[in-house]
Nanobody, 122 residues
């Protein structure tokens, strides 16, 4: 069984920083793309940032220059460093990954974490 476990959410002030972590565990053969999405109340879930195993990354327009995504391939872990936080960054942040794993055969599917709340006060 494969799962994603997130940590690091919480409360920050405007201009502050938080760091999110997400670790994939289970009978994993490879973790391909890893990323973060967020969803604020009344809004659709949106891409924050993603990174592929080779290191190429992309960011949502609203976080470019403030957030940095990185990954530790050996640990199947992805990080999101969030700086210069704004109240509009308040949302539930979800880890997302495309994982190849072994079950009765070798399969690839998309996984989601349980979500972690980030709240930025003004």
């Amino acid at each position: 069984q494969v799962q994603l476990v997130e940590s690091g959410g919480g409360l920050a002030q405007t201009g502050g920083s938080l760091r999110l972590s997400c670790a994939a565990s289970g009978t994993i053969l490879s973790v391909n793309r890893m990323g973060w999405y967020r969803q604020a109340p009344g809004n659709q879930r949106e891409l924050v940032a993603s990174v592929i195993s080779g290191g190429n990354s992309k960011y949502g327009d609203s976080v470019k220059g403030r957030f940095t995504i990185s990954r530790a391939n050996a640990k199947n872990t992805v990080y999101l460093q969030m700086n210069s936080l704004k109240p509009e960054d308040t949302a539930v942040y979800y880890c997302n990954a495309d994982i190849t794993y072994r079950d009765s055969s070798i399969l690839t599917r998309e996984y989601w974490g349980q979500g972690t709340q980030v709240t930025v006060s003004s």
